[in-house]
């Protein structure tokens, strides 16, 4: 058990996608001006990181090491494809919106970093636990990101979230600052870059803190073997 | 000794604060001439400005757990200050000083590690910020201060600062107009020749808008003194100078309908601050001689190419920031060979 809540804490927390091994930023910046937007691109994430996680862990014994990195690729590229299927049929307004985002999670390099480093080591169960934290991770940023940026750039949370819900979640957007004329800055480019850097330095203090609180363990001195 | 010329680094310990003061002493003149001509607003959003940019820098150096006094006193927070409010227009909310000077103190100066240490200008990045965030805010110019026109006192423009009323009988419209750079752009946009964009011009001086000149002529002396008294070399804001002037001849010589006169654009706009007050700035700009001029020249060419084929009228600030990128190669590729070694 105390194996998922390590898999659970490096994936939210310790080792996430976006605040700690920076990887998928490109996505990551170009999609978060709304909340809906990153929550969209967030869950299309994780669910390629399960699929492809499983996937590759099923087939880890098979594939022999000089090959693995195309079959990855394969795989990952198929499950990019069924997702992007996917969100056309069933979130057609939406996968509009997020445009090239969508098959480009294929190139999110978190996600052939996981195959690689994770799912082609591990058993099933917990490949699976490891796509699908990770992908939480990564999507819990996108939403901070994206409920920052909407907040400061259109003074509004949830907007147009009937794009995912349907049409009884129009309802759901929250007009933080009435009459608020917007502030540009959050929701171009720039905004991204400043505000995933606030994020990460927020993170730091986060942690330095808890360091701080923590008594100091001094490792037992290793006996000396081999001397 | 100036501060800025290479080694021997010895040099008076307050010199930042007097090379401060002595840029402030330098800016008065066309200070006066701005609001000369465009009225009270400047001095309404420079002590905004200047009251934020003191209060940041000092939360800010709080935060770091440095010392805060001599921060405040050395005057590179005034200066910013100043110079931010110098590009801002004239009938502003009081909000816009406001963000712009925050900003620029928290990201452009202090996320970097304080004064030295920042490679984009501080006022610049306020501005440019300002200008990508608040355009409508940003491109309502003044018209100047004509008899003939209604201009806004004192109160006016303070109550139009906290409240964003304007006088009954006035709007916006009446208030405000293009400056000549954006008017000139616009009609060469619209298939007109300069000379005719120039005479539907309501307001041209002599060689360039009408006050516009006026400001950049004092500034051009203010940053004149600055040289005589070796606060700033001549480097920078000769080639900057040069470049622009260059370049826009060269324009002006082969199709003078499309190409506004060398002149015009040397007395237009930021031209003059931005060459002897903004390009000059000791931290950002380049520190060797010919990585000087290089740089100076960069943004005069840029200057002129933004403004010619750019999206915006005036383009000192977005000059300034692009050639700041450059300067640490510029000071790479430019380092003087030293004595004794081989180049």
């Known amino acids: 058990m105390s194996e998922y809540s390590k898999i659970f804490r490096d994936g939210m927390w310790t080792t996430n996608v976006a605040f700690v091994q920076l990887l998928g930023l490109c996505p990551l910046l170009a999609v978060t001006n709304t909340v809906i937007n990153g929550l969209g691109l967030g869950l299309a994430t994780t669910l390629t990181l399960i699929l492809s996680n499983v996937t590759v862990s099923l087939v880890r014994n098979l594939v022999r090491p000089e090959i693995r990195i195309p079959v990855f690729v394969i795989i990952i590229a198929s499950v ?4 992007e299927l996917a969100m056309n049929a069933w979130f057609h307004d939406l996968y509009k919106i997020l445009g090239i985002f969508i098959p480009l999670i294929v190139t999110n390099c978190s996600i052939i970093a996981r195959a690689e480093a994770f799912a082609s080591k591990n058993n099933v169960p917990h490949s699976f636990a490891d796509g699908l934290f990770m992908g939480l991770g990564f999507t819990l940023v996108l939403i901070t990101l994206g409920a920052i940026r909407e907040g400061l750039g259109f003074g509004t949370l949830f ?11 129009r309802s759901l957007q929250i007009t933080l600052i009435s009459d608020y004329q917007g502030f540009l800055l959050a929701i171009l480019p720039p905004g991204a870059f400043f505000g995933l850097g606030l994020l990460i330095a927020a993170k730091n203090i986060i942690d330095k803190r808890r360091a701080a609180k923590k008594p100091l363990t001094v490792p037992a001195p290793v006996a000396a073997t081999a001397a | 000794m100036s501060l800025i010329i290479s080694s021997p680094h010895q040099h008076p310990a307050n010199s930042v604060s007097r090379v401060m003061l002595s840029v402030v002493y330098a800016l008065i003149p066309g200070c006066i001439a701005h609001v000369w001509f465009f009225g009270p607003g400047l001095l309404v959003n420079m002590s905004i400005a200047i009251a934020a940019a003191l209060l940041t820098e000092a939360w800010i150096l709080r935060l770091r757990r440095r010392p805060i006094k001599p921060a405040l006193y050395d005057g590179s927070a005034l200066v910013t200050a100043i110079l931010f409010a110098l590009t801002l227009p004239p009938l502003a909310p009081w909000w816009i000083p406001f963000v712009g000077i925050v900003f620029a103190m928290i990201f452009a100066k202090h996320l970097y590690g304080g004064l030295g240490q920042n490679p984009f200008n501080p006022a610049m990045v306020g501005y440019a910020m300002l200008l990508i965030a608040f355009p409508q805010e940003m491109t309502r110019w003044s018209v100047p201060q004509l008899p003939e026109l209604h201009s806004l006192g004192w109160l006016d423009v303070l109550r139009h600062s906290f409240t964003g009323a304007l006088p009954t009988g006035t709007g916006y419209d009446a208030l405000t107009m293009a400056t000549p750079l954006d008017h000139t752009k616009t009609q060469i946009a619209l298939d007109q020749t300069v000379q005719a964009a120039h ?17 950049n002529i004092l500034f051009m002396f203010g940053g004149a003194w600055l040289i005589v008294r070796r606060i700033i070399t001549w480097h920078i804001p000769a080639a900057m100078l040069c470049g622009l002037g260059l370049f826009a001849l060269v324009a002006f010589l082969s199709a003078p309908a499309t190409h506004a006169s060398p002149l015009f654009h040397l007395f237009s706009g930021a031209t003059m601050l931005g060459a002897f007050f ?4 000791p931290v950002t700009a380049a520190t060797t001689t010919r990585g000087r001029l290089i740089y100076g020249a960069g943004i005069g060419v840029l200057i002129y190419i933004i403004r010619y084929w750019g999206g915006y009228p005036d383009a000192v600030a977005f000059s300034v920031l692009l050639m700041n990128m450059a300067v640490p190669t510029i000071d790479y590729y430019t380092q003087p060979r030293v004595f004794g070694h081989k180049g």
């Open chain 2, 199 to 215: 005479a539907s011009y309501k307001f041209m001086g002599q060689i360039a808008g009408y006050g516009w000149e006026w400001i």
């Open chain 1, 80 to 83: 990019v494809t069924a997702i």
């Open chain 1, 159 to 169: 907007r147009q979230a009937h794009l995912m819900f349907g049409e009884a979640a």
């Open chain 2, 278 to 281: 903004i390009a000059t700035d």
